[in-house]
């Protein structure tokens, strides 16, 4: 018998919870149930730290019970201690901000392989140019939006869809989401991925995009006026001459 893929699980679940609760209409309480009784069982160990700790100094000598790795030779940490808000490494490696931060989120390799299969609606209208599997590194260790906007190099409109994709997932608007393109039988898999990635704070800092914006429109408008300005002299010079002054009547 061949093996149903964990993705498989994960969205017939999705699908068999909201189907036995549409009357409440408790999409909130489906992703609860899928965290608590699916991804948060390897959200210990992602793949970013399982990275990390192989890359540590020592590899991965360390017993099974203990099998992260810091930095100072001898010291040997449980995954549960990895992220835990309190330092454990005398260099505070089991703090590290990117490691953290992709601990809240999606496995890389699921959203990486929902980004292939949605691509053409994906890249580069929202989540900006790039290979898949760039685009999920980014997305999974960029702590906010301002970060991805600046890893990816997303433009103001690219930005504005990929804040409207999270704010269509977060109140579950699949409708909205259609109107932007989403194809049928995405919406399972979307929900479920980004979902988690806007409870991890991603949009925490999402006003200070329109603040940069507004930052960088009044720069704009500042150096057009002193182009002009000095075009206006430059035209002034030309028609009465560097020591003429203009006659007025």
Known sequence: MHSIPYGAY????????VHLNSNQIAHVNAVEVINNNFISRTSNSSPLIRRKAVN??????CPESKPWPCRTPN???SFALICDGEPDCPDEYDEDQE?????LRPAEEHLQGFINKYRKWL???????????????????????????KAAHLSKEQIRRLVDLLMGVKSGKQIMLHMMGMP???WSE??????????????NNVEQLQTDSDEQEAQHQNNYWTKRNFNVYRD???MYGPYQRPMYY
């Open 190 to 203: 979307l929900y479920v991925l980004f979902y988690r990635i806007y409870l991890s704070g991603f949009l």
């Open 56 to 61: 540590g100094h020592r590899g991965n000598d």
């Open 10 to 17: 994960l969205t017939l679940f999705a699908l068999l919870f």
């Open 236 to 238: 002034f010079r030309h």
């Open 184 to 186: 049928l039988g995405a």
């Open 75 to 77: 010291i040997c940490l």
């Open 123 to 149: 890249i580069p209208d929202i989540l900006g140019e790039g290979k898949p599997e760039e685009l999920a590194t980014k997305l999974v260790e960029s702590k906010t939006i301002v970060d991805y906007a």
């Open 99 to 103: 490691m953290c931060t992709a601990k």
